[in-house]
């Protein structure tokens, strides 16, 4: 089981910056690919950038330069749980980046040991969201 729960919305001006947090709660879950993904009203979901199970970062495109998603170390708090926080900090924003962002994780079995960015939102879990929109 895993509990995301975003944080950090709001609105902000064009070109200002916003950070979304994302608190990462598991038990008996280990979880092979984290990332964000966001979902704008009228538009396809789009996966923003994935962290691979070796720290990596492969972000899409059209957040590039602009966007940064980061993790903290995963931490073993109990017996079969552990925690950790994602990050996504969001900078030189613009109004087509208004949408709802959600954090999302996926075990390895999910992921078929690959982590996808087109699999941000398709397979694995979610927390409810957090509204971002940006005004110009």
């Known amino acids: 089981q895993v509990r995301l729960v975003e944080s950090g919305g709001g609105s902000v001006q064009t070109g200002g910056s916003v950070r979304l947090s994302c608190s990462v709660s598991?038990?008996?879950?280990?979880?092979?690919?984290m990332g964000w993904f966001r979902q704008a009203p009228g538009k396809e979901r789009e996966g923003i950038a994935i962290?691979?199970?070796?720290?990596?970062?492969?972000?899409?495109?059209?957040?590039?330069?602009r966007f940064t998603a980061s993790a903290d170390s995963v931490q073993k708090t109990a017996v079969d749980t552990i925690e950790t926080t994602l990050y996504l900090q969001m900078d030189s924003v613009k109004p087509e980046d208004t949408a709802m962002y959600y954090c999302?994780?996926?075990?390895?079995?999910?992921?078929?040991?690959?982590?996808?960015?087109?699999?941000?939102?398709?397979?694995?879990?979610w927390g409810q969201g957090t509204q971002v929109t940006v005004s110009s």
């Open positions: 999302t994780t996926m075990t390895q079995g999910e992921s078929g040991g690959y982590c996808y960015r087109d699999s941000l939102g398709v397979i694995g879990s």
């Open positions: 598991a038990y008996t879950y280990t979880p092979y690919c």
């Open positions: 962290i691979d199970h070796n720290g990596h970062v492969w972000p899409v495109d059209s957040v590039k330069g």
